[in-house]
């Protein structure tokens, strides 16, 4: 899906993420009730520094959230 795509459906960046880091993350703004999305990404995706992820030893993951509207909740 193409960032124009995202914003015009709610979507925000939130965070870039992995490991126990991204469980916590998730689970945080599951409870505070909103929609999440992620995707996978490279380092070289993120810009600024990543050298902790060049390692490919983890995952480096996009979330993306939006607030539920009424009409998700029935």
């Known amino acids: 899906m193409g960032k124009e795509t ?25 409870e505070l009730g909103f929609d999440i999305y992620t995707e996978e990404v490279t380092p070289e995706e993120c810009g600024g520094c990543t050298i902790c992820y060049q390692t490919g030893k983890e995952t480096l993951t996009r979330i993306y959230t939006r607030p539920k509207t009424d009409d998700d909740i029935f």
């Open 6 to 30: 995202f914003e015009k459906e709610g979507w925000k960046l939130a965070s870039t993420s992995s490991g126990e880091h991204l469980k916590r993350t998730l689970e945080m703004y599951k």
